[in-house]
């Protein structure tokens, strides 16, 4: 597990800076409730924000960011070229445009959001680009699976220091857990709560009754003490609270074992090996 301090457990990436493990992913959040979400997450202490172009929300995240009371040094802001961007001076451009979104001088984080046939390294040489001129912390990929990052060795000059892709107890990836811990490139878990989808699986139910926690915070945890980063939305106060509340207690090794073994490759999204 990262650092742990002031009930946040931080991970230092493969280029030094430092990077919440939990986070607030704002997929499918509309207007003010995104604007709304945003500021109560970081009210309750929620210091990383997963945005993309994609989901149209960049400006009422920069709204956000601009209302609550909390440092811009102190915020870790993830957004991502969309698909439709891809390609070497598209992204340039469509870097510029998050930028002016969101209102903000620099992001923490830049991803491909996903691997797109025939533009994949030309965006990730516009990606690098934008890393050498400053204007990002850190940069990563969406959606790599392991054919994408052996791929991407053949041509980057920069290791991505975040690899975003799905994973869940019942979605063990576990040839790019390997891989990215290898390469020390920080595996980001999206879609983290199965959309609620195993929330009833008795197994997880019995593991959240043992520690007086919810099937949500059990999840979290398990990603948690394993040093992967999780991005869980929620646009409802008391959730948000519910999933940030995780750094109180410990799994045992056992019981992290025990989840490990829930693995059924159970996909919420969709596969990106046939996607594009
Ligand atoms: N890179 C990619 O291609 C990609 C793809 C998908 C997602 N993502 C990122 O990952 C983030 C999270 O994934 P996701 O939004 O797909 O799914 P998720 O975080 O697994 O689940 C979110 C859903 O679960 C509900 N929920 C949240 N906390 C809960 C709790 N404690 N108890 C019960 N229900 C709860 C939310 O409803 P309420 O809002 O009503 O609480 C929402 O409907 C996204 O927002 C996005 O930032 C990235």
């Not at 390609?87 to 979104?101: C, H, I, P, Q, V």
């Not at 980063?229 to 609270?241: A, C, H």
């Amino acid at each position: 597990m990262g650092i742990e301090q002031q009930h946040q457990v931080f991970t230092t990436l493969n280029n030094g800076i430092e990077m919440p493990l939990l986070g607030l992913g704002v997929y499918n959040m509309h207007g003010d409730e995104a604007i709304q979400a945003t500021k109560n997450a970081i009210e309750i202490g929620y210091r990383l924000i997963d945005t993309a172009e994609m989901y149209f929300n960049e400006r009422q995240v920069g709204i956000a960011i601009r209302e609550s009371n909390v440092k811009r040094s102190e915020l870790f802001i993830t957004t991502k070229v969309n698909n439709s961007n891809q390609g070497y001076d598209n992204t340039l451009r469509a870097f510029d445009e998050s930028l002016k979104l969101l209102n903000l001088e620099y992001v923490d984080l830049y991803l491909i959001h996903w691997p797109i046939k025939g533009k994949r390294k030309e965006t990730w040489k516009a990606i690098e680009k934008i890393y050498q001129e400053g204007r990002v912390r850190a940069i990563g990929t969406g959606n790599y699976l392991f054919p994408f990052l052996k791929e991407l060795e053949e041509y980057a000059s920069i290791t991505p220091a975040v690899n975003q892709i799905e994973f869940s107890p019942y979605l063990m990836m576990k040839h790019e857990l390997d891989y990215c811990r290898l390469k020390k490139i920080q595996l980001q878990a999206y879609t983290p709560l199965l959309r609620g989808k195993r929330f009833n699986d008795e197994r997880l139910v019995a593991l959240a009754n043992k520690y007086g926690k919810t099937p949500a915070q059990i999840i979290l945890r398990w990603a948690i003490q394993q040093n992967i980063s999780s991005i869980p939305k929620s646009s409802n106060r008391n959730r948000l609270s519910e999933n940030f509340n995780i750094f109180d207690f410990q799994l045992s090794n056992e019981d992290i074992a025990q989840l490990n073994q829930f693995d059924e490759k159970l996909r919420i999204v969709g596969d990106p090996m046939n996607m594009f």
